[in-house]
């Protein structure tokens, strides 16, 4: 017994290890202008923004297999409509040649898309995430991931999200809370969490 929390990795004596760019696919999910200038912008943004630049540069540097994942809804919806300027991918973070782009319409990843697929003929089994936004398509996408038996390195400084209600009248959850709150869950549920870029190893 011990006084200190675990996760139930932990608990079973199997806590992850981070995955390294030599044995893993680096996966950003939704790193578009709708979460930097748009309707959802989110706490902590431009960080996180830089974090997935040092990202997708190591990836690149290693050659490792990089996959841009966007959100759409449909014309005229009041967020990521195909029509405006805000499903852009954030300027600095677009797709090199070479890079797949994935377009979803839910917050899983995988549903409804190639992308597990596309992994598979990688030959690698392990994901390092990043993108936006962690209580939602992030959480949905590492949850998918891991019952899919792929590893998942989730790299938390390149993630973000914003407040939310909470459940009593006139409550709010502030982004921070709820940060820690997804990133713990994941970490509980099977995923490497790391803190930065820095800490994936390259091999």
Do not use: W
């Amino acid at each position: 017994m011990t006084d200190q929390p675990q996760t139930l990795p932990q608990i079973a004596g199997a806590a992850p290890t981070p995955d390294s760019f030599a044995d893993a696919a680096l996966v950003v999910i939704d790193a578009q202008r709708e979460y930097a200038t748009g309707r959802l912008p989110l706490a902590g943004i431009a960080d996180a923004s830089a974090q997935i630049g040092a990202l997708l540069a190591r990836a690149r540097a290693q050659g490792t297999p990089v996959f841009h994942i966007v959100h759409h809804e449909a014309e005229g919806a009041p967020i990521f409509d195909p029509a405006r300027q805000a499903v852009a991918i954030i300027p600095g973070l677009e797709p090199a040649p070479g890079e797949r782009l994935i377009t979803k319409a839910l917050p899983n990843s995988f549903a409804g898309t190639a992308l597990l697929e596309a992994i598979r003929e990688t030959g690698r089994p392990a994901l390092i995430v990043a993108g936006f936004m962690t209580h939602m398509c992030v959480s949905s996408t590492v949850r998918a991931a891991i019952d899919t038996g792929l590893r998942v390195t989730l790299v938390a400084g390149a993630t973000a999200t914003r407040d939310l209600p909470g459940a009593a009248a006139d409550e709010v959850l502030p982004a921070a809370s709820l940060q820690a709150a997804t990133l713990a869950a994941l970490a509980d549920y099977g995923a490497a969490v790391v803190p930065d870029a820095g800490a994936v190893p390259a091999a």
